[in-house]
């Protein structure tokens, strides 16, 4: 307690700060909800000035909140444009032109971080560009060339930026208490979720080692698919304040003359733009997040490079899975399997309205009732699914929020390419993909195995938890009526049904694998016919294990 009295002592000044600009640009409202006008009262007229007067748009004063508070309000910002399920669509328009772009730091201090991090830097670069490339809220990158000749390029963390950044996030998740708390119209956002949530972001974007895992990862996962480089990080040269990586050449996704000057068509770069992010969240579950133009460069032959790997979302594969039943839900017009979708992916939230949720998503279902995967638009599609999550006040989890923005911002990038581009049509052969594993012989084979191991398990322990429990009878810790007749019959009769479970499972996975392998005509014809005959003799087993007596 008295740590945290003093950090708060310590961060009066910036709380001081933030409260002003709040009030300064028309948010008296929310400061005085929070019950903190007493800290900023003595500073409110010299924060509003005579000639001060705020726009009338509330959500650009919001933007303009963002700029004046400095870093972390700006990603902060940058966070919240990519939330359309928490704030209003003009508020998500304001937020998204917020730019990441700042006033570089000195050489001289990029080069004291390169020294102490790495070495002399004149020994380990033969040239490094005292001018930044860019210079962002967190980082700057500059050009450097190494002894052997390769030229890449260095991003170099903010000095002391780790520390404004904490102190930062401390006020953020004390504020957010308060507003939860607080302000009724707002606990429904759940503030302190988003707080933890971009606390989270913003700490792994400060570390660049995750960023060169990142890479790396990538690389190893994309290395089949020669339209795509993945820039080499160099790791001697690389710590968790320095990412050194090779220079990528090329020119920006959305310079149609610089494209059209290498010989490739605009076309054909989104086709290969939309394939690359669609095998990455179907296949590999990992993704760029924010693949916007001035992340993406293509280079001679129409090879595309993804720039920045600070922010990828990351879906596991029963994730993936929900996503397409989602899709394939409202195809085959199963209002059910959408349901189920939206409950599987923990799209939840508290005091919902699921008779009323139940019908809007039928509403939804049999609008694209008729359409295939190829035809759906799907931009407007995920437009209406967050419009429905919330009117329902509903949550996302942040890595779907991350799914749902990258595919609208490459949509937006596939169309200034080719106006017909249509990311859904590229995804198709993935979710197919994906459908198709997940009911493969040996996936059902697996799931045989796990499910026969854990009725074994429930069946062994069973006598171990009842001993247990006559135990504590007899020594007066625990009353029950309990009926042991009959138990070992019991034991019996669990592993009989677990077996029986686990029979119908293999059945069932040789039944579709002899099957795929006669229809897939490669000669194999009398390995699938084994099959079959395998699955008869179990099923004439199990038919008999039904039916006979105990």
């Known amino acids: 307690m008295l740590r945290e009295t003093v950090g708060h002592l310590r961060d009066l000044p910036r709380y001081r700060q933030i409260l002003a600009t709040l009030i300064r640009y028309g948010y008296q409202d929310i400061v005085s909800a929070i019950h903190l006008e007493g800290i900023v009262r003595p500073l409110e007229n010299l924060a509003l000035g005579e000639d001060n007067i705020p726009p009338a748009d509330r959500p650009q004063r919001l933007r303009m909140v963002c700029e004046d508070l400095g870093p972390t309000f700006v990603k902060l910002g940058q966070l919240l444009s990519g939330r359309p399920d928490v704030l209003p669509d003009p508020y998500i328009r304001e937020l998204s032109l917020l730019r990441d772009e700042v006033r570089p730091f000195p050489f001289e201090e990029a080069e004291a ?9 004149e020994r380990l670069f033969s040239w490094i560009d005292p001018r930044p490339l860019a210079s962002a809220s967190i980082s700057q990158v500059h050009a450097a060339t190494l002894p052997d000749g390769r030229p890449v390029v260095l991003k170099i963390r903010r000095p002391g930026i780790e520390k404004v950044v904490q102190a930062d996030l401390d006020i953020l998740r004390n504020l957010a208490h308060l507003a939860e708390r607080r302000i009724p119209w707002l606990a429904a956002a759940r503030p302190v979720a988003l707080a933890k949530e971009f606390e989270r972001s913003l700490k792994r974007e400060l570390d660049l080692n995750a960023e060169r895992r990142t890479m790396e990862r990538c690389r190893l996962q994309q290395a089949g698919m020669p339209f795509v480089r993945v820039p080499e990080a160099i790791d001697a040269l690389s710590t968790g304040r320095v990412l050194t990586m090779e ?29 690359l992010l669609a095998r990455q969240i179907f296949t590999h579950g990992l993704f760029h997040a924010d693949p916007h133009p001035g992340n993406i460069r293509v280079m001679a032959g129409g090879v595309i490079a993804q720039l920045d790997y600070g922010l990828f979302g990351q879906l596991d ?6 996503i397409a039943d989602l899709l394939l839900g409202l195809m085959a017009q199963d209002t059910d399997r959408v349901m189920r979708a939206l409950n599987e992916l923990e799209i939840s939230g508290e005091g919902v309205d699921y008779r009323g949720l139940r019908r809007d998503v039928g509403e939804m279902v049999l609008t694209y009732s008729e359409l295939t995967l190829d035809s759906i638009d799907l931009t407007r599609l995920l437009g209406e699914l967050v419009a429905l999550i919330r009117s329902h006040h509903l949550r996302l989890p942040p ?5 749902i923005r990258s595919l609208i911002t490459i949509e937006s990038v596939g169309r200034h390419l080719d106006p017909h581009f249509d990311i859904a049509s590229h995804a198709r052969p993935y979710v197919a993909e994906l459908t198709r594993k997940r009911y493969s012989p040996w996936r059902l084979l697996s799931s045989a195995g796990r499910t026969a191991e854990d009725v074994q398990k429930v069946a062994t322990l069973l006598p171990e938890v009842l001993g247990q429990s006559l135990e504590s009878i007899k020594r007066g810790e625990l009353r029950v009526t309990f009926d042991l007749n009959r138990f070992e019959q019991l034991v019996r009769e669990l592993t009989r049904t677990g077996n029986s479970l686990a029979a119908g499972i293999v059945i069932a996975g040789l039944i579709v694998g002899s099957s795929l392998i006669i229809a897939a005509d490669v000669g194999w014809l009398a390995l699938g ?18 039916f006979r007596g105990p």
């Open 113 to 121: 971080i390169l020294r102490a991090d790495l070495g002399d830097p």
């Open 399 to 403: 890595d779907l929020m991350l799914l």
């Open 317 to 322: 594969l029963p994730t993936r899975e929900r």
């Open 529 to 546: 016919l084994a099959g079959y005959s395998i699955a008869v003799i179990l099923g004439a087993w199990l038919l008999w294990n039904m």
């Open 247 to 275: 220079r990528i050449d090329g020119v920006r996704v959305d310079d149609l003359d610089g494209i059209r000057q290498m010989g490739l068509d605009p076309r054909d770069i989104a086709s290969r733009g939309g394939n």
